[in-house]
T-cell receptor, first 118, second 114 residues
């Protein structure tokens, strides 16, 4: 159980275009999902918290207008990188929190999406 | 704000050697602590987690970690490593209380030489 998928796994786009990445919880409903970014050979950095039915909460330094997050259902959150530039090239990883854990905070991670902006 | 520090960025060991990867954290409240592993080209996998109770936590693949509250540490150990343990290892902290994103350490690149 607790499987998280991401689509696409890889995407290459031209500078200036927008790219949408989907994150799905396959066998549970996730009221909260998270988006992380991982640069090559570096750690994961939390970008934003996605809450079903409400606006996402962004970490300091993350541009809300550039990284649009929509959590329209209990199993789907999307991250749209708008007007992508080469510096947005990165590995984007989502995670989902299994509800009903109370104070515990275990998250399950998707396989990630490799974005390359030319 | 919370932070996680992993002291060893690159570790090279021979097979059958013992492993200990350091992880220290900074956070004033209740913590949930995790170790994740990322094999080359693959996604994050949970090795083990600590929420509460017994501070010695056993995970998959023979890994264990000990939560020492007084030292703000959560070091990962394995008594005898294998070549297949070559991977990137991340320590992560999640504030207790539920719905917060995790803070990751910078990771340790572990290479096991046959």
């Amino acid at each position: 159980g607790a499987v998280v998928s991401q689509h696409p796994s890889r995407v290459i786009c031209k500078s200036g275009t927008s790219v949408k990445i989907e994150c799905r919880s396959l066998d549970f409903q996730a009221t909260t999902m998270f988006w992380y970014r991982q640069f090559p050979k570096q750690s994961l950095m939390l970008m934003a918290t996605s809450n079903e039915g409400s606006k996402a909460t962004y970490e300091q330094g993350v541009e809300k207008d550039k990284f649009l997050i929509n959590h329209a259902s209990l199993t789907l959150s999307t991250l749209t990188v708008t007007s992508a530039h080469p510096e947005d090239s990165s590995f984007y990883i989502c995670s989902a929190r299994v509800p009903g854990q109370g104070i515990y905070n275990e998250q399950f991670f998707g396989p990630g999406t490799r974005l390359t902006v030319l | 704000a919370q932070s996680v520090s992993q002291h060893n960025h690159h570790v090279i060991l021979s097979e059958a050697a013992s492993l200990e990867l350091g992880c220290n954290y900074s956070y004033g409240g209740t913590v949930n602590l995790f170790w994740y592993v990322q094999y080359p080209g693959q996604h994050l996998q949970l090795l083990l987690k600590y929420f509460s109770g017994d501070p010695l936590v056993k995970g998959i693949k023979g890994f264990e970690a000990e939560f020492i509250k007084s030292k703000f540490s959560f070091n990962l150990r394995k008594p005898s490593v294998q070549w297949s343990d070559t991977a990137e290892y991340f320590c992560a902290l999640g504030p207790g209380g539920g719905a917060d994103g995790l803070t990751f350490g910078k990771g340790t690149h572990l290479i096991i030489q046959p």
